[in-house]
Every structure is written in C-alpha cells, then in structure tokens.
C-alpha cells in the first residue's frame, strides 16, 4: 500500500483547540480573533504584553541550492518544531502562507509534508483568512488609483511610460504578463501598456512581511513609488491619496494567523512574499510576537542559503532587529547527486534510475554546493546545522558523505525522518540545533546601510554567490544612479535571480567560480525597503503547466476536497516499496500491522478530538485510536484525483482504531467475515476484542467491546460520542458517530 497523500494525513489530524495552543505560547483568549473553527488571528496588542517574557532561541531554516521539486525546506522547518518537543522546548514555528499560484499550477497544496505539515491543509493552501485576497485589493486599489490620476488630468504629471506600478492576481495566468488597457471609448480610461504579476510578487506583499506594526505599515505604504514624472522624480502612493485606504484594507490582514502541527506545534502563518524577487520570508510581526512565546522561534527563509538566508539576515533582521542564534541548511542525497552534473531532475517526471542507486561518490560530486551554502551561513556570523532530509531509496553511506562534509565544514549534521515520522524523525536534529543556539553568535551583515547600491550588489555577488565581479545594462547603470539620486541608496538589495543555481546561470550546479553577475535591470521597493536588481530572465506572472493541478483538484460527492495534495510521495520516490503496515523507510513508527487508511478520510466535523496523547497510541496514524470515520466512506490512496488512481473496491470502509495494541478494524481486519467489505467498524476497547462488524444495511447499531457507534444521521447525542477506554471523541455533528457502518 502507498503512503498516504498529504491531505488524507491532515485530514486524520487530532486538532487541540487554539485557545489551548495560545495559551501555552502565553497568549491570552483577548487577543485572538477566531476564524472558524482551526485559524484564528492574533491581534498586535500581543507584541506589547509580551515583550516582559524571556526572548526564544531564533533559528532559520535554510537549505543547499534545491532541485525544481525542493528538498523539503517547509516540511523540516515543521518537523524540527515538533522535534523541540520531544526534547522537552517548547517551539513556535512562523513560515509564510501559500499562494494559490503554485497550489492550482504545478506542485499541488503544500505546508510541510507527510507527518510534518500544518494543518488545516485546506483553508491553509486556500484562502485562510483572506490575507492574500486583501493584499491584491490594496495593491489593484491602487493601480486604479494611478489610471484614474491620468484620466482626471494627471496634475502630477506622471509619465504614461514610466509607470512601474502591475496589477496583481494570486492565479498564475501568463497571458496577463503584457496587457494594453484603457481601450474602448473616451470615457474608458487612457490607453497604455501594463500587465499583471502574481500577487505574491507584490509590493504590498513585501510591504506587509517587513512591517513591525499598523503604524509602520501605513507608512510604507506611503512610500511606494508607483512611477516616475518627465523629469524622473518619483511619486509615491501618498501622493496619489491611495495608501490610507490600502492601509485600510490591510487592517486585519495585518495580523498573523495562528494555526498548529500535526503534532500540536503553534505555528504563525503570515505573508507571502515571493522568493526570488522579495525576501522570501514569513512576516516580521509574526516574529515578534513567536520571539516570546516559548523556547524556540523556529522560522523558514525561501530557496537555498544564497537567496532567502541572505535576505533574511540582511533585510529582515535589519528591519526587524532580531538576532539568529542558530541557522538549518538543508540537504538531500538526490539535490547533492544533481549537483555533481550527472543528473537532471525535472518537476512531473520520475526521478533518474541511475540516481536512486547507492553511490556515494556522486555525492561527494555534488559537496561543493553544500559547503558553499554553509559558508554563506557562516559569512554572517551564525552557526549552521546541516538537517540531512532522509528518503527511503537514500544509503547510509550516502548519509555518512553528507555528514563527513559538515564535519570538515566543522558544522553539526543530522539524518532526519521527519517526513515519516513526525517529531520523533527530527529529535537528533532538535539537539543539535539546540547546541548551536547555545554557541556565542557573532551576527553581522554583509554590508552597512552606508555603502552605495553598487557595493552592496557586488558584496552579495562575490560573497554569497561567489561571482568574480557584477557587469551592468546601460539600462540597469541608469536606473541605479536615478535611485542613489532620489535617496534610496541608503536601501538594501535583494538580488532578483535563479533559485536554481548559485549564479545567475540556472544550468550551473555545485559552486560556479570564474563568472560576472549580469545586472539587466533595476527596480526598487521603497516601501517595501529594498533596492531588487534583476539578473537574468525572471518572471513575476508565472504560467500554467501543461498539466496543472487545477485539471485535478475538484469536490467529491460529499463536498470534500480531492486532488489538493498533487505530489504524492509514490510520485516523488519517497516510498516507492511501501506496503501494508510495515514502514519501507528508516525508522519504522506505524506498527499497527493492519490498514492505516481506517478512519483517515474522516470529515472534518467527523474527527476525533484526542485530548490524551496517551490515548491516540504512538503517532498519527499509528497502531492507537484514531480519528472518527465519516459516514463509512470509502478512503484509500487511490481515491480520484488525490494520486491518478481509480477508486478501489476493496479500500477500507472508515472506522475508529482501538487503543494501543487494539486489533480492531472497520470493514477490513475487524473480527468476522473478512470478505464483508461494507462492514461497519467497531472500536477495539480496553484490552481490543474489537466488535462485531456490522452489515452496511444496519446503520446506527451499536458495535462491539469499544462501544463503536454506528453512522446514522441525527442519532441522538451523536455529536460527542465518547468511544471505548480510548479517550477518543467523535466529532460528527449528527452524522457520523464514530464506528462509521455504512
């Protein structure tokens, strides 16, 4: 049997209400604004009342340059978060929310993977609280604001030709790349040519990851320079009259969301700026507040060490006035083994034969890209951790390289199963990290506000990225002495390239040497706070594929979501031989020995609340009790459009798992005829007799020794069931109790 898809493992999530989540991280009940039942809001009086409480450990995850499928950067930003917990930290984990882009393009929904993701999955990859939606209004708010000026006479004088300001859409849509608009009539507005970028790519995006309050962010706004007059003199937002109303749009999306881990972790989900053009990281406020909320701030920089490290210590920190006391590279055999040259990864496509073999030497290949990405860790002064992110079809002698590197490096290293088995995957790593953080820090950036653009550009160039020297386009010359007059020079810069290669020359792995960073063009986000050269061809509008996920993510009969978690680990070669109960990879934690599938695709206003751990048995998805089944429907990883497969007959009806070393399961392995496929689950209780299976035809009859309750609509008292010795309580709203006969 295949691992389960990201979403059937969210789906099962035993969920502690948020109340309890805040409150461990010392946030009380007044300053949370609930959305729904698994998101609330948190408001920014907290940064003031806790600002008493002692300052977290501050770790960003960062990683080697990855292949286009990504090393798994979210998923052990997760993993170690919950690893702190096995160690006994209490962490905060802050990343940055999901753009509908990607999720409806090419990779599908994502918030970590596997056993380490945050959930709600759905509202996370969706709409969440509407943070995205407000920032494209605020930013498209002003766009009408600019064309508006022009056809009411344009007293500002602004040159139709030298406006900077896109519009945005948080879809990828390429034809919208180049748009003419103002066409029709008069009284149409002025023609002129535009376009739109993705929303993530926004300004406003950017604005609102690095501001530190309401106060602050109004104020960049203000700033924002939307074009340019004949003469060359910016005009901001300000002088259009537009920011006070986006400030106002943003008002709530100004807040960071709360959500938690499979396992439980509070996580701080805010702002999505994009990863090559903008810093590629969660927001500023969001740190502040987690910055006191526990023992670790555990926090995610976007691609590898050159790109969203870099920016995080020199844009974010310099903004926010946070210090990093430890940083995560993240590496894998296959990233390694690309950059040896040998292979070539491409997104959709299985993973190169030859690659999955175990050769160490290819590793070794590929070890100048890792050294490199932990020296630019070291440049600024902070110890890095190398996080080896284990695959089942690695080696141990490929690990063994991996670790023989970073020792040389003189970095610490871990093998991480956190993809497979939760915090428990990642406590070698949690101990490491924590020995780092406890290293004097000798933090510093790579350059003072004082040096000019030029310098600063040539300072990352030769420093991180390791280029002999930076060339620049009459174009790029002109508007870089256009911004030192205007006084942006005093800006950072965030260098605008490929994520996947350390130069600007995505065919080039390892660590290219001997080559000239190529500077095309020039923008500047002063409202955001950064000066963003532009090196090589980089879009801001990405466009579909020729097979996007939009084409399979759809509603079920139930009105549940299916094909939303696109990349399944059978389609990435993580599991590739996994079947039946027995764990394929390494360290094996699902011992149940019978179906897993029991009780996973339980409805979300089906699913066992766990208040014991104790209760639930060893993990999510482990051999204890298990979420609540939903009706009796049929789960199985081959439910359409979650991984290609055609729906199978004999998938397992859902049911509640027993206790710990209960043997009981719904339809499948419950005790009776094993070929009644429609049986209806019965919770194994104390000691796991398990029940008597019931016939599809006779819902709502009580099951066995568990006390398993039969799925029947509006059943008295049906919406807490209390199930067994488990401690396990069907949610069902009057649907399905808990044994789920069908």
Partial sequence: MDFPSDLEIARGAALKPLEDI???MGIAAHLLEPHGEEVMKIKLDAIAELADRPAARYVVVSAITPTPLGEGKTTTTVGLGQGFKHIGKRATVAIRQPSMGPTFG?????????????VPMEALNLHLTGDMHAVTAAHNLLAAMIDNHLYQGNTLGIDPHNITWRRVLDVNDRALRNIVIGLGGRADGVP???GFDITAASEVMATLALASSLTDLRARLGRIVIGYTNDKTPVT?????GAGSMAVILRDAVKPNLLQTLENTPVLVHAGPFGNIATGNSSVIADLIGIRAGDFLVTEAGFGADMGAERFFNIKCRTSGLRPDAAVVVATVRALKAHSGKYKIVAGRPLPEDLLRENPDDVAAGAANLRKQIENIRVHGVSPVVAINSFPTDHASE??????????????????THFADGGRGAIELAEAVSEAAEEPSDFHFLYPD?????????????RVYGADGVSYSTQAAAQLDTYERAGFGHLPVCIAKTHLSISSDPALKGAPTGWILPVREVRASVGAGFVYPICGDVRTMPGLSSNPAAARIDLDEDGLIVGLSLWCCRDL?????????????????????GDRRDGRRARRHGRAVLGDPAARGARPGGAGGRAAAARGRPGGHGRPGLCGGARRPSTAWGAVRGPAGGAARGGRRAAGDRRDRRAGGADGGSGGGGGQPEPARRRGNRGG????????????????RRLGRAGTLAVAAGRAGGGGGR
């Fill in 22 to 24: 805040a409150d461990a």
């Fill in 106 to 118: 090419i990779k599908g929904g994502a918030a970590g993977g596997g056993y380490s993701q945050v």
């Fill in 192 to 194: 002129r040519q535009t």
């Fill in 237 to 241: 937002a300000e002088q259009l009259a």
């Fill in 399 to 416: 690990h063994q390289v991996i670790r023989d590197i970073a020792a040389d490096m003189g970095a610490r290293a871990a093998v991480c």
């Fill in 450 to 462: 004082t040096a000019s653009l030029r310098d600063k550009i040539a300072a990352v160039a030769t």
């Fill in 573 to 593: 070669g993580r599991f590739p031989e996994r079947a039946g109960g027995q764990d394929a990879g390494p360290g094996g934690r699902r011992r149940g020995g």
């Fill in 705 to 720: 020794a568990g006390g398993g309750f039969g799925a029947q609509r509006g059943v008295p008292g049906g919406h807490q």
